[in-house]
């Protein structure tokens, strides 16, 4: 353990999980010893290691004595557990991804149902086919199995087909026919997962209550826009209200009522400076959306021809696209357009992105890829999973600060250095709490 057993753990964080790992051990009277050779490990040890406290695989081992609560006495996570808690919480975009590899199951071959289940047949399709086709397919197998069984007088089965259909169609609506049901939800978009729990909360028929969407348009081509209104339309119509923090000129259109905020960002900002309808709102000289709106503005634009070179992916094939080939000019800013799940993102983040000289996944070539030094992606993933990580720590500002403060005379007669100046440097700063005491 102590002397690299762990390759995840690296200089920074061995000491720290090392000291949590035999804490777990005393607290369960293991044999302390962080230099021992994992050789000579005991079933029970080597559980703890991998799996944890908290783990069915370790419980066995000690049973009757519960987990110690905190890390400072022994709360000890596991090395696979944690590696697949962030595994899961990424995406699959952990730093540890490489460690695991998907294969499919010899026996059902990744329908992930037993046999008997997965050769039922209804109208030419089994369940794990249903599973792999896109929604807008699957609305028309329903329609398609009504007609057959209309004959049969099943009131049970009419009544699920029925409420199936009615499923399908509000996913239709807020323009996600393009899923299938065995999408991971892991691998939705932000705008994608909020339109489809918007879809679902639908059929509740709940009442009186405040829905609160954060752009609900996000990712979402304009000629989608109507079926979302339309959901959330439903949703008023129920007697609920409906808030929506958007930019979409279309959705301010049909609201009921508008709230413009403004009139700059930051210090600027947060002064209503307009609010009624969008008649209303036109009529309002402070307000930018309504002056916008009203005088039509244009997006203007000038064009660049770049430096005559090219990147060339030739037949992408992968997940939506169907064998296509495509240029990209370089040294020229490129727009990617098209309805949601047509597969822009495939295109860019699946194929493009993760291309490598040894290593080419999704097309058959991609020509040109040389005349790039690196690729950087900026997606809308959080920037740190860190509590207290902000703005300064990510762009590396608080590290320039802190040698300036540290080159003070001030600093310098007081022995600080840079490192004092660290806002995760235990006793470098204090906190006062200050309590009111009543004596009644």
Not at 19 to 42: M, N, R, T, V, W
Request: glycine share 10%; charged share 20%; aromatic share 6%.
């Amino acid at each position: 353990m102590a002397t690299g057993a762990v390759s995840l753990w690296n200089n920074a964080v061995q000491e720290y999980y090392t000291s949590i790992f035999e804490a777990a051990k005393k607290h369960y009277g293991l044999p302390a010893g962080a230099s021992k050779p994992l050789s000579e490990y005991s079933e029970a040890e080597m559980d703890l290691l991998a799996y944890g406290v908290d783990s069915k695989a370790f419980s066995k081992h000690a049973p009757g004595i519960k987990p110690p609560k905190t890390a400072a006495k022994g709360k000890f996570e596991g090395i696979l557990t944690g590696m697949w808690r962030r595994y899961q919480e990424k995406g699959g975009e952990s730093s540890e991804a490489a460690y695991f590899i998907p294969t499919l199951c010899t026996d059902c071959h990744g329908d992930r149902l037993k046999q008997e289940t997965r050769t039922v047949v209804v109208c030419g399709n089994t369940l794990p086919q249903l599973s792999t086709i896109s929604l807008h397919d699957l609305s028309d197998w329903i329609t398609h199995t009504q007609k057959h069984f209309t004959a049969s007088d099943d009131s049970l089965l009419n009544s699920v087909l029925y409420d199936l259909k009615t499923k399908v169609n509000r996913i239709l609506h807020v323009g996600l026919g393009y899923l299938s049901l065995d999408r991971n939800s892991v691998t939705l978009s932000g705008g994608e997962s909020q339109r489809l729990r918007l879809a679902s909360i639908l059929g509740s028929g709940l009442t009186g209550v405040l829905y609160l969407l954060d752009e609900p348009t996000a990712g979402l081509h304009p000629k989608d826009t109507d079926g979302l209104i339309h959901i959330m339309k439903q949703l008023r119509d129920l007697g609920n209200t409906v808030l929506v923090i958007e930019h979409d000129q279309h959705v301010i259109a049909e609201a009921d009522h508008v709230i413009d905020i403004g009139p700059g960002a930051g210090r600027f900002g947060g002064e209503i400076v307009g609010q009624g309808t969008l008649e209303q709102l036109k009529s309002q000289p402070e307000s930018i959306t309504g002056t916008y709106l009203k005088e039509a503005k244009q997006l203007l634009g000038s064009n660049r021809s770049g430096n005559g070179n090219w990147v060339k992916i030739v037949e992408a094939s992968k997940h939506n696209l169907k064998n296509i080939t495509t240029a990209i000019p370089l040294q020229t800013l490129v727009s990617i357009s098209g309805v949601s799940g047509s597969g822009k993102s495939t295109l860019v983040f699946d194929v493009l992105a993760q291309a490598k000289e040894d290593h080419i996944d999704g097309c058959k070539r991609i020509e040109g890829i040389e005349q790039i030094d690196s690729i950087i992606q900026v997606g809308q993933t959080p920037i740190s999973r860190m509590q207290r990580s902000n703005i300064a720590t990510f762009m590396d500002l608080f590290t320039q600060l802190r040698k300036v403060f540290a080159s003070q005379s001030t600093a310098k007669a007081a022995g600080l250095t840079a490192k004092s100046f660290s806002f995760n440097t235990p006793g470098a700063g204090v906190i006062a709490v200050k309590a009111l005491v009543l004596l009644i």
